[in-house]
């Protein structure tokens, strides 16, 4: 049977800050979602959060970007956010960028990950969502998945995933990808993903038969919007086993809490941290990231499951080394590396400060020609 798994997401508002979805807005989600059923536009769905971000799995038949299933999504947050909005929730209808759908939500501001495939016999499959972080930040864990023989041995191991695999990487800021193979192209591979900011990991494919193995959300809100506008807080849909990387190889590709880009104000780097559904919620400085995961099996279309991936002290130690990581960086304060390069400040407050110092800038040789007429006068009244 042919498939499409759509995960799409939005911050409609949240409690008590960018802190956590309120159960009334996910409510509100759900009607729309389960008369969407009703009505055969999707197979089946199911609706949770991570942190501030509102999480809408679907299951159906009509491919990617298919306006109903689009439309069913956006009218979803529309109803969450106009719940949010009437309990007074902080920031209300916040990735909402526009108020007219136009044919999907592509550039409205959701973030989109979809798959169209043919299920395997048994079709496991994990769901990664993170909130206070952007869609580089699942470059690294991709690459250690699916290229990476220390983290799954099933590359050396299993003859199936022994061709390796092939990433689309997409370049954000040109709006171009290209498709590189692992292992022949991993050092051209990892020059450009080494710049998660900039290059992003779309699409992951098996060498052998080009089977899609996972893919990524890759909008930017602050490139879609010209501006700081939260923190895109990607998803990723990754397939499992049986020539594919098992469960507990996906998972181990997070057992290292890497620093991300987002945390307070989207604009520090700070260690991705997998949690529990439980704990999935943004506190210390507004984070840090944090990464739920949700495992299914997708049986007709039928979402079977979830589990909760990372509820398992087997996490607890990478949490722990997360926790002494977000210490030690926060210990930089406002500065560089915890506070994002300059680059990444452009659409926040930086290009502002500037404009507003720029007349108190001084050329340095101004500033000398300057301290050398009042040496020289001082010179000439001694000589007096
Ligand atoms: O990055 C953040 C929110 O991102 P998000 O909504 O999760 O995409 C937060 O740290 C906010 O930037 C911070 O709480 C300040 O929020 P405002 O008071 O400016 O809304
Ligand atoms: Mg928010
Ligand atoms: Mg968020
Ligand atoms: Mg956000």
Same mark, same amino acid.
């Given at each position: 049977?042919?498939?499409?798994?759509?995960?799409?997401?939005?911050?409609?508002?949240?409690?008590?800050?960018?802190?956590?979805?309120?159960?009334?807005?996910?409510?509100?989600?759900?009607?729309?979602?389960?008369?969407?059923?009703?009505?055969?536009?999707?197979?089946?769905?199911?609706?949770?959060?991570?942190?501030?971000?509102?999480? %809408?799995?679907?299951?159906?038949?009509?491919?990617?970007?298919? *306006?109903?299933?689009?439309?069913?999504?956006?009218? @979803?947050?529309?109803?969450?956010?106009?719940?949010?909005?009437?309990?007074?929730?902080?920031?209300?209808?916040?990735?909402?960028?526009?108020?007219?759908?136009?044919?999907?939500?592509?550039?409205?501001? /959701?973030?989109?990950?979809?798959?169209?495939?043919?299920?395997?016999?048994?079709?496991?499959?994990?769901?990664?969502?993170?909130?206070?972080?952007?869609?580089?930040?699942?470059?690294?864990?991709?690459?250690?998945?699916?290229?990476?023989?220390?983290?799954? /041995?099933?590359?050396?191991?299993? /003859?199936? #995933?022994?061709?390796?695999?092939?990433?689309?990487?997409?370049?954000?800021?040109?709006?171009?990808?290209?498709?590189?193979?692992?292992?022949?192209?991993?050092?051209?591979?990892?020059?450009?993903?080494?710049?998660?900011?900039?290059?992003?990991?779309?699409?992951?494919?098996?060498?052998?038969?080009?089977? %899609?193995?996972?893919?990524?959300?890759?909008?930017?809100?602050?490139?879609? !919007?010209?501006?700081?506008?939260?923190?895109?807080?990607?998803?990723?849909?990754?397939?499992?086993?049986?020539?594919?990387?098992?469960?507990?190889? @996906?998972?181990? !590709?997070?057992?290292?809490?890497?620093?991300?880009?987002?945390? #307070?104000?989207?604009?520090?780097?700070?260690?991705? #941290?997998?949690?529990?559904?439980?704990?999935?919620?943004?506190?210390?400085?507004?984070?840090?990231?944090?990464? %739920?995961?949700?495992?299914?099996?997708?049986?007709?279309?039928?979402?079977?499951?979830?589990?909760?991936?990372?509820?398992?002290?087997?996490?607890?130690?990478?949490?722990?080394?997360?926790?002494?990581? @977000?210490?030690?960086?926060?210990?930089?304060? /406002?500065?560089?590396?915890?506070? %994002?390069?300059?680059?990444?400040?452009?659409? *926040? *407050?930086?290009?502002?400060?500037?404009?507003?110092?720029?007349?108190?800038?001084?050329?340095?040789?101004?500033?000398?020609?300057?301290?050398?007429?009042?040496? @020289?006068?001082?010179?000439?009244?001694?000589?007096?």
């Amino acid at each position: 049977m042919r498939t499409t798994i759509s995960v799409i997401k939005a911050d409609i508002g949240s409690l008590a800050g960018h802190h956590i979805v309120h159960p009334d807005t996910m409510a509100a989600a759900n009607k729309v979602l389960a008369a969407a059923k009703e009505q055969g536009i999707i197979i089946d769905y199911y609706i949770t959060h991570v942190g501030d971000d509102l999480q %809408l799995i679907m299951t159906h038949t009509r491919g990617e970007l298919d *306006t109903k299933v689009h439309e069913t999504a956006w009218n @979803a947050f529309k109803e969450a956010a106009k719940v949010a909005k009437d309990l007074g929730l902080y920031a209300a209808g916040q990735d909402l960028l526009s108020d007219s759908f136009s044919g999907n939500v592509r550039g409205l501001g /959701p973030g989109v990950a979809e798959m169209d495939i043919e299920e395997r016999t048994s079709e496991p499959i994990a769901i990664f969502m993170a909130d206070k972080t952007e869609p580089g930040a699942y470059n690294l864990p991709l690459y250690k998945m699916f290229a990476d023989p220390f983290n799954t /041995p099933g590359l050396v191991i299993d /003859p199936t #995933m022994h061709g390796g695999f092939k990433f689309e990487v997409l370049d954000v800021y040109e709006g171009e990808a290209v498709m590189l193979s692992a292992p022949q192209e991993i050092y051209d591979l990892l020059a450009l993903i080494g710049t998660p900011a900039r290059y992003v990991i779309r699409r992951v494919y098996r060498n052998e038969d080009n089977l %899609l193995a996972a893919v990524v959300s890759i909008e930017r809100l602050n490139l879609i !919007a010209g501006k700081y506008v939260g923190k895109d807080d990607p998803v990723m849909i990754v397939r499992l086993q049986h020539g594919l990387p098992a469960l507990g190889e @996906a998972l181990e !590709a997070f057992a290292f809490p890497h620093l991300v880009p987002g945390w #307070m104000r989207g604009s520090h780097y700070g260690p991705l #941290m997998p949690v529990s559904q439980r704990d999935a919620k943004a506190t210390r400085f507004d984070g840090p990231p944090r990464l %739920l995961g949700l495992g299914f099996n997708v049986k007709n279309g039928k979402l079977v499951g979830p589990t909760d991936l990372f509820d398992d002290p087997a996490f607890d130690e990478t949490r722990r080394l997360a926790n002494i990581v @977000a210490d030690y960086m926060r210990r930089h304060g /406002p500065f560089m590396p915890h506070r %994002l390069e300059p680059t990444e400040m452009e659409y *926040t *407050t930086l290009p502002l400060i500037l404009e507003k110092l720029k007349n108190r800038f001084k050329k340095e040789s101004d500033v000398y020609k300057a301290k050398e007429s009042v040496y @020289a006068k001082e010179e000439a009244q001694g000589h007096d």
